[in-house]
């Protein structure tokens, strides 16, 4: 079975330029997360989806990021425009419902660095 | 969700038991105890999860204490592979499919 698919895996990009990242969820799986991970921390979540429905977003700096999840398979995360303080590992995670142990399968996380 | 409290860091031999403490003193009746870890360069990856009794799967095995203030990952023989940041994290029993809220974890370095 494939896992979390994400691209690209890494991305440098100039401040103020815009940048957008994917996500393919594993198969059959409704709800979807994006975290933040910052160096030397843990994950943060910003936007959590079930199926098509943003059910978590109060995480997301609305004024410079976006996302989508138009058809409730995969997503599509975008910064605009980029600052230097964006630069960190983006992952992308999905999981099959919400009954114990809800674990949560996470892709490899692409990694922006703004300069 | 309930905070948890880790050791920054320990270190292991290989093919010698791990012990990685979690202390959760505040946790709830409905929590469950998750551990999840994270290998360089990739995403985190579910490692066990348990209520109130300990817990055995092919990866590790979960301690929990009997009044549930603390638990224990226990990984039988340490291997490189086994080298990663290892994540305590308690989910609401009523909300498990919410976000994760990671802490910084125990930095796990094992020796050959």
């Known amino acids: 079975e494939a896992g979390v698919v994400q691209s690209p895996r890494y991305k440098i990009i100039e401040k103020k330029q815009p940048v957008a990242f994917w996500c393919n969820p594993i198969s059959g799986h409704n709800t979807l997360y994006w975290y933040l991970q910052n160096l030397g921390q843990g994950p943060e979540l910003l936007i959590r989806?079930?199926?098509?429905?943003?059910?978590?977003d109060s995480q997301l700096p609305k004024d410079r990021f976006s996302a989508e999840r138009l058809k409730g398979v995969d997503s599509t995360l975008k910064i605009q425009p980029a600052e230097l303080g964006d630069s960190a590992v983006y992952l992308c995670a999905s999981s099959p419902g919400t009954e114990p142990p809800g674990e949560q399968y996470f892709g490899p996380g692409t990694r922006l660095t703004v300069t | 969700d309930a905070k948890t409290t880790q050791p920054n860091s320990m270190e292991s031999n290989e093919e010698e038991p791990v012990h990685l403490p979690c202390n959760h003193s505040?946790?709830?009746?409905?929590?469950?105890i998750h551990w999840y870890r994270q290998l360089p360069s990739q995403g985190p990856e579910y490692v066990i999860h348990?209520?109130?009794s300990n817990v055995n799967n092919r990866m590790a095995s979960l301690a929990i204490a009997e009044d549930r203030k603390s638990s224990t990952l226990i990984l039988h023989r340490a291997t490189l592979r086994d080298a990663a940041v290892y994540y305590c994290?308690?989910?609401?029993?009523?909300?498990?499919?919410?976000?994760?809220?990671f802490g910084q974890g125990t930095e796990l370095s094992v020796k050959p």
């Open positions: 348990g209520l109130t």
């Open positions: 989806y079930e199926n098509e429905e943003a059910v978590d």
């Open positions: 505040t946790i709830s009746g409905t929590d469950y």
């Open positions: 994290i308690l989910r609401d029993g009523y909300n498990q499919g919410g976000k994760l809220i």
